[in-house]
């Protein structure tokens, strides 16, 4: 069963309660936020930006869901074509469905789309180095780590390292 589905504009009211509940829980890993961004308006605007954005083939926003609700989102960004073939992933899940495999399978699961419904060639997605538990995550989905970005990220209102990983679409056997 699908946890994963592209967002749509009706998500903002939901998200907007989402990541209210979970603004403590997320801001280590997040970009300090204004307090616009936690409303149903600001989410609104986010999702019209990260929609003009898909339209042009730049990005693939997704909400992971728990039975339909939605607790956390998943995004390609960054795609680009020609011959990289490539996209930079990002995702959060909510403080209580954390440890519970959510985010391990909407990773499986949007990977698989930038594989075979986008054809991409690699997906690549970075972690703060003391982020282990998101890092288990892109390792149970067979990305591997390449490399550290010193002052990657402006996270938690300061420039911070990030541990580089990668997966790459297996190539076909040959013939």
């Not at 990260?50 to 990005?59: F, N, R, V």
């Not at 990977?111 to 075979?116: G, L, T, Y």
């Not at 996270?155 to 297996?170: E, L």
Request: aromatic letters at 8%; glycine letters at 8%; charged letters at 20%.
């Amino acid at each position: 069963m699908k946890i994963t589905r592209l967002i749509n504009p009706e998500d903002a009211p939901v998200l907007a309660q989402v990541l209210r509940a979970n603004r403590d829980f997320l801001a280590p890993w997040e970009p300090v936020r204004g307090e616009d961004y936690f409303t149903a308006d600001g989410q609104q605007a986010v999702i019209a930006a990260d929609l003009q954005q898909y339209e042009q083939g730049s990005k693939l926003p997704h909400v992971i869901l728990d039975d339909g609700h939605v607790i956390g989102r998943i995004t390609l960004n960054g795609i680009v074509r020609g011959p990289f073939q490539s996209c930079s992933m990002g995702y959060w899940v909510s403080a209580s469905h954390n440890g519970r495999g959510f985010a391990t399978r909407a990773v499986r699961e949007i990977v698989r789309v930038a594989f075979d419904e986008l054809g991409l060639h690699r997906v690549q997605a970075e972690t703060l180095l003391h982020n282990v538990r998101s890092q288990r995550v892109l390792e149970r989905n067979g990305f591997v780590r390449f490399g550290m970005a010193p002052e990657y990220l402006h996270i938690a209102g300061r420039w911070q390292d990030h541990v580089m990983f990668q997966v790459v679409k297996p190539s076909p056997p040959a013939g």
